[in-house]
């Protein structure tokens, strides 16, 4: 079955890992006897995850790209209800014609729907809006044993709460149904700031959470000392203005990378993008615009398959969140070791996670400052430091993103997921990928349940 | 052409769904049918939240000739009038399979040729009265020549490929357009369990050239393009060098 299908890959291409099997899901009412399928299973979709929590080597892989169609969608109450397998960006040419929006928006459109609930998935409006499993109504799962299950609040919740953010282990999702966001047109009132210090992000944030829907920073990785944490703050808020509803907006040709780059070329490239955006924002402090909702969410989803700039070898995006009581010291030492190893690319993510409370179980946003950049893959010297990146998260009581990862460690796991154990008693037994095995977690409580059976 | 009133058979087939989305979007009614109601409501559901201003569905098996006329009569009165036909329904059968097997064969040619030539003749007349409207099949680069790996199917498909070439110079005359859709390797369950290389193209791509073939009207067209180039060398490779390639 394998060579029919293409070989399911990460976005960071690494671990380069293959499964024994690929079963293309066409249709809800002919779905593969997962009892008799060998374990251990897991669904993959468009592979947008960066580590290994997609991949199952060995295993059984359940392709849902196929299971890609809507199957309801309330205009009046913005409820929309499609397959695990329909994509963002599909979601987003059906609903922003009609006056709606994602209730969260990733960095990219190119997620499953399925995906995004099993990462449970942040935007740059987490302050305000939350996860988007926040905005989950309901799901159906279908669980090795054959069970069909409707989960929502208040149907199924346990499992409710652990398939959110549950990294697609309890069970293949079918379908899931999700609330929209009113828009009255497809533009962004974006506003851009240079900023100069972290104190000053924090400043930003502080001014801009309240009135700004979305505001995200990029920070440049390079500068220190008392530039250190410099870089561009972004805010926007949906453009109500009924001219711009009538406006079309521009179609751009994709660009794409068609074949893997040398592994020097990326930071030369995203150095020149940088400096020549800060440069022109050095005139002007502020820069105000109405931007259409693509360029503004999905700046890279232009260039399809920018993962190739990496080369061959791939490489790792590290993504933690440090909570805001010690946020901003420790953000500052981890700013500084990145500086210093000047192994990260030159641009990182930062943005500042409100405290509104997903109901999945291992969701991994939680109040405090994310940091998210791509290292590319360097071997021993990249993952030495991150395990020094990892002391500094654990000592502050952070976290590390699971759909992001490729190499934490089961111990840290733990820490970052506290919940894990209460996770562990919906996981669905045939279910797991090569990111859970490596995680190689024992729950103390079931050891002993097992020994009373 | 004007695609507002559709009939599509074989509806839930990878590539007549999506040339249906195009359709869909742009506030299309259709009328879908196909052997299986599961999958047709799927489908349907799924294209009204696309924006078809209304679906039909109706089950049937296309092997039941007898009901061919039901079904179309069913399709007018729903909607008045139609503009389009769009014939989509196929196997892939097991080429060693038919060799081994007379019944396998003809099974092949019933579902292939057969019932898509029945279904033309009976609405050919319809449309050619109507005087306007486009019928638009999914024949196969497999019917330009047979090959030893697959020529039941090749067979089949080229049957259907000339029927519509004569019925498009009947037709053409009276104003209805006639399109033969010639895809080459395309990513559908119906090819899931061969091996995919560099010519496989996703059903979303030939279906948008489906709809767009049947917008324009185009006599023959082969989907992705470049097949029209492909198939036109392997036309032209001489018999005797043909029988020694094995494709």
């Not at chain 2, 989509?88 to 292939?112: I, M, W, Y």
């Amino acid at each position: 079955m394998l060579s029919t299908q293409a070989i399911p890959q990460s976005w960071g291409r690494y671990p380069r890992v293959k499964p024994a099997r690929v079963i293309p899901i066409y249709w809800r009412d002919q779905l593969p006897d997962l009892r008799t399928l060998p374990g251990p299973l897991l669904a993959y979709g468009y592979g947008r995850s960066y580590g290994d929590s997609c991949l199952n080597e060995n295993g059984t892989v359940l392709a849902v790209s196929h299971l890609r169609r809507f199957l309801a969608f309330d205009e009046e109450q913005g409820l929309l209800r499609c397959e695990a397998g329909v994509s963002l960006a599909e979601i987003l040419d059906l609903i922003v014609p009609r006056g709606w929006f994602l209730p969260v928006s990733p960095g990219t459109k190119f997620v499953s729907v399925g995906g995004a609930i099993a990462n449970d998935i942040h935007g740059k409006n987490h302050h305000k809006a939350g996860t988007f499993g926040c905005h989950i109504t309901r799901f159906e799962l279908l669980r090795s044993n054959g069970e069909r299950l409707i989960c929502s609040p208040t149907e199924n919740r346990e499992l409710f709460e652990a398939t959110i953010g549950g990294l697609g282990l309890t069970g293949l999702i079918l379908w899931a149904e999700f609330r929209l966001k009113r828009i009255h047109n497809p533009y962004i009132d974006m506003e851009r700031i240079r900023y100069d210090s972290l104190e000053e992000f924090m400043e930003l944030c502080a001014e801009s959470d309240e009135q700004y829907e979305y505001t995200v920073a990029w920070v440049d990785c390079l500068a220190s000392g008392s530039k250190l944490g410099r870089g561009i703050f972004m805010r926007g808020n949906h453009n109500q203005s009924p001219e711009y509803a009538r406006k079309s907006l521009p179609r751009k040709l994709p660009l794409a990378v068609p074949v893997d780059l040398p592994s020097f070329t990326l930071n030369t490239l995203t150095l020149k993008a940088f400096n020549t955006l800060y440069d022109h924002s050095q005139l002007q402090k502020r820069v105000f615009k109405v931007v259409p909702y693509e360029p503004f969410f999905y700046p890279l989803d232009s260039i399809h398959d920018w993962n190739r700039m990496y080369g061959p070898r791939g490489f790792f995006q590290y993504q933690c969140v440090v909570p805001y009581d010690q946020g901003y010291d420790v953000m500052k030492e981890i700013l500084q070791r990145i500086s210093r190893s000047g192994q990260g690319s030159f641009l990182a993510v930062l943005k500042k996670f409100g405290d509104v409370r997903s109901p999945g179980l291992l969701s991994f946003p939680r109040p405090g400052l994310t940091l998210a950049l791509d290292f590319a893959n360097q071997g021993p010297k990249t993952l030495r430091l991150f395990d020094e990146l990892d002391a500094l998260v654990r000592e502050s009581g952070g976290a590390l993103y699971p759909a992001k990862d490729a190499r934490m460690h089961g111990e840290d796991f733990k820490r970052f997921f506290p919940r894990w154990e209460e996770f562990m008693r919906s996981i669905d037994p045939k279910f797991s990928s090569s990111f859970w095995r490596r995680m190689a977690l024992v729950p103390s409580r079931e050891q002993s349940a097992t020994v009373e059976v | 052409m004007v695609l507002q009133k559709v009939v599509i058979v074989g509806a839930t087939s990878a590539i007549a769904y999506e040339a249906a989305k195009c359709m869909a979007a742009r506030g299309a009614e259709l009328f879908l049918v196909g052997r299986n109601p599961a999958k047709l409501e799927t489908v349907a559901a799924d294209l009204q939240v696309r924006g078809a201003q209304r679906v039909e569905t109706f089950v049937l098996d296309v092997n039941d000739v007898a009901r061919h006329q039901e079904m179309f009569d069913a399709a007018v009165a729903a909607f008045g009038w139609l503009d389009g036909l769009l014939i989509a329904h196929g196997t892939l059968g097991d080429q060693r399979k038919c060799e081994l097997s007379v019944e396998e064969t003809l099974r092949e040619f019933q579902t292939n040729a057969l019932s898509v030539i029945a279904l033309l003749t009976l609405v050919a007349n319809y449309f050619e009265q109507r005087g306007r409207g486009c019928i638009a099949v999914l024949s196969s680069v497999a019917g330009d020549r047979g090959r030893p790996s697959n020529y039941v199917y090749g067979a089949t498909k080229g049957a259907v490929s000339i029927f519509l070439q004569g019925l498009r110079a009947r037709l053409a005359k009276h104003g209805v357009a006639v399109v033969t859709i010639k895809p080459g390797l395309v990513d559908t369950p119906m090819t899931a369990h061969l091996r995919k290389g560099l010519l496989f193209s996703s059903a979303r791509r030939v279906g948008r050239g489906v709809y767009r073939a049947m917008q324009q009207g185009r006599p023959v067209a082969y989907l992705p393009g470049y097949w029209r180039l492909v198939m036109l060398i392997i036309r032209l490779i001489p018999e005797r060098v043909f029988q020694r390639l094995s494709l």
